[in-house]
């Protein structure tokens, strides 16, 4: 499966109302998903990368653009940051190799107390997560995002702000949109200039180049949205954007700022990719102990005007630990008993003490 194939697979499962509007970030969903396949065996792995295709050239894609393309002297900066992060309490281990990968990569293990304190947990990552986007994701984690045995959340949050590669201009009267809920007004913006434009299989098309390397691409139908987006195929797609020329054309587009957070799970679900959900869950490249995934949340935001683009999205991906009881149990030492001192992984028993009389 190629990206195109897994963005419009993945598209059409969260939002299946094609009158529905929504923004998110395959960017984003791909990179924790990713990841998450990284540290899976079996059939939870082999469920992942059905999805998200060949996880080697997935990586490489992603982490070129992850860097943008130098500009010219003059120019605005054009600004992205993509950052990694598995945030795991300290009841659980974190396999050594899964984060080396996750350093190599610019991401991080960092510790946060799920099980002690939840509450301030739930703030870490939420403010990690706000630096990131520059403030456009304030809380992508819900009140009740962390439950009674999440032990461990994978989160990708990613910010892109570019300018246009020469900007449009603001339209003094609004324009008309005629949507699902017929016609309103809409600020707009105009330009007149040489763009990549491609009219075929009933759409145009045209790229709109920003700095740094990015093109925002307006894909019109001839006629329904809903009846051309469903014939769309990651081939055809392919087809339309590699088919677009030079040519003069003069845009008029409406301003926009859409934002969507939705639970990823049952898409997920509705994709093939189940196995993960359950106690059979194989992620044992990411931790020795036995952990499932609860949930996948996602949050995406993308504002669009006359001087450039602006998105921020985020993924998060919860785990938690298949053995860790539905109920506390205390224990109290008030008797003999015996004590083991040893290595973890290995077994060797560094000490052995059998208790009697603490006195």
């Known amino acids: 499966m190629s990206h195109l194939d897994f963005t419009l697979a993945l598209h059409r499962a969260l939002a299946p109302d094609q009158t529905e509007q929504v923004c998110w970030s395959p960017f984003s969903a791909a990179s924790a998903l990713a990841l998450l396949a990284e540290g899976a065996g079996g059939q939870t792995r082999a469920e992942l990368t059905a999805l998200l295709g060949d996880l080697a050239e997935l990586g490489a894609a992603l982490r070129s653009a992850s860097a943008l393309d130098q500009v010219w002297e003059g120019q605005p900066e054009p600004v992205i940051a993509s950052v990694d992060t598995l945030w795991a309490d300290a009841v659980i281990g974190i396999e050594p190799a899964f984060a080396d990968r996750l350093a190599d990569t610019g991401g991080s293990v960092r510790n946060a107390p799920f099980q002690a304190e939840p509450a301030k947990a739930r703030d870490q990552i939420n403010s990690d997560v706000a630096e990131t986007t520059r403030g456009l994701i304030p809380e992508l984690l819900p009140p009740d995002a962390i439950r009674a045995d999440t032990v461990s959340i994978l989160v990708n949050a990613l910010y892109l702000k570019t300018s246009w590669d020469g900007e449009f201009v603001a339209d003094e009267e609004p324009g008309r949109f005629t949507g699902a809920g017929g016609v309103v007004d809409v600020p707009t913006m105009f330009v007149d200039k040489q763009l990549l434009y491609a009219a075929r299989d009933g759409w145009q098309v045209v790229g709109l180049p920003a700095l740094g390397g990015v093109q925002?691409?307006?894909?019109?139908?001839?006629?329904?949205?809903?009846?051309?987006?469903?014939?769309?195929?990651?081939?055809?797609?392919?087809?339309?954007?590699?088919?677009?020329?030079?040519?003069?054309?003069?845009?008029?587009?409406?301003?926009?700022?859409?934002?969507?957070?939705?639970?990823?799970?049952?898409?997920l679900l509705d994709l093939g990719v189940s196995t993960v959900f359950t106690d059979q869950a194989d992620l044992s490249g990411i931790s020795p102990d036995p952990l499932y995934a609860q949930s996948v949340l996602h949050e995406s935001v993308l504002r669009v005007d006359e001087k450039g683009l602006e998105g921020a999205a985020a993924t998060a991906i919860a785990l938690a630990l298949a053995a860790l009881p539905a109920e506390r149990v205390d224990v109290t030492v008030d008797r003999p008993f015996l004590l083991l001192v040893r290595h973890r992984e290995t077994g060797v028993v560094y000490f052995v003490a059998r208790v009697t009389d603490p006195s």
């Open 216 to 267: 925002a691409v307006v894909l019109l139908p001839d006629g329904d949205l809903a009846a051309a987006e469903s014939a769309l195929t990651g081939q055809s797609l392919a087809g339309l954007l590699d088919g677009m020329d030079w040519i003069q054309v003069g845009v008029r587009l409406p301003k926009l700022d859409v934002s969507t957070q939705v639970d990823l799970t049952q898409a």
